[in-house]
């Protein structure tokens, strides 16, 4: 998984409801503070739904359990590399500041 794929992953995993393309697309170029090639967004999307990182019900998506056990140790090593290995960052004040939780993916996709 790539760091853009968790990006959309993440996105769709925090969704309350099923997520249409264009939703995703609006949510992580809002995160990434510039325009993302609706082509770029279309084929990750498409190899994700191959994987099985999400999954496709009509026009929207959604995101699957094999998504979360993938993404989970990406995530964990994010917040390490902002900590550098130290162990010495605050990490609740980070995951606040960053507004993660730290067993955000410990459950099923859509807090179910």
Not at 2 to 27: K, N, W
Not at 33 to 41: K, V
Not at 54 to 65: C, S
Request: one cysteine or more.
């Amino acid at each position: 998984m790539t760091a853009f794929e968790l990006a959309i992953f993440i996105c769709v995993y925090r969704s309350p409801s099923p997520m249409r393309a264009q939703e995703i697309h609006d949510g992580v170029g809002r995160w990434f503070d510039c325009g993302i090639p609706g082509e770029s967004l279309a084929d990750s999307v498409g190899h994700m739904t191959g994987r099985g990182w999400l999954i496709k019900r009509g026009d929207r998506f959604r995101a699957t359990i094999q998504g979360r056990d993938m993404a989970r140790p990406l995530m964990n090593g994010i917040i390490r590399m902002l900590d550098q290995g130290t162990r010495l960052l605050d990490v609740a004040l980070m995951m606040s500041v960053l507004q993660l939780t730290k067993g955000e993916l410990d459950s099923a996709p859509g807090g179910h």
